[in-house]
């Protein structure tokens, strides 16, 4: 079982930067791709980043490539996304999530989730 609690959320100006976390329990944190997610009001949950156990491999979705990274500190069982440039269409509620194996863009394969932090851009 694994446990996740995101923070950082929070209200930027388009433009601003702000670095998520996602804090995870367990000893095996290095077992799990890591993955964000985010879900803006009425629409579906997107794919935003994705991380590898060891941190060795990333992706991101084009929207966001350039202006997001991800990364983790396996370390102290926590990965990041850290967000410059913000735009208002990047507000959302962001969602970290885990599973273990190789990482995918598909919300479906991950087995935990955290409860989600708010992210506001305005313009």
């Known amino acids: 079982q694994v446990q996740l609690v995101e923070s950082g959320g929070g209200l930027v100006q388009a433009g601003g930067s702000l670095r998520l976390s996602c804090a995870a329990s367990?000893?095996?944190?290095?077992?799990?791709?890591m993955g964000w997610f985010r879900q803006a009001p009425g629409k579906e949950r997107e794919f935003v980043a994705a991380?590898?156990?060891?941190?060795?491999?990333?992706y991101y979705t084009n929207s966001v490539k350039g202006r997001f990274t991800i990364s983790r500190d396996n370390a102290k069982n926590t990965v990041y996304l850290q967000m410059n440039s913000l735009k208002p269409e990047d507000t959302a509620v962001y969602y970290c999530?885990?599973?273990?194996?190789?990482?995918?863009?598909?919300?479906?394969?991950?087995?935990?989730w955290g409860q989600g932090t708010q992210v506001t851009v305005s313009s």
């Open positions: 999530a885990a599973k273990k194996g190789l990482w995918t863009t598909s919300d479906s394969s991950y087995d935990y």
């Open positions: 367990g000893r095996t944190f290095s077992w799990y791709a």
């Open positions: 991380i590898s156990g060891s941190g060795g491999s990333t």
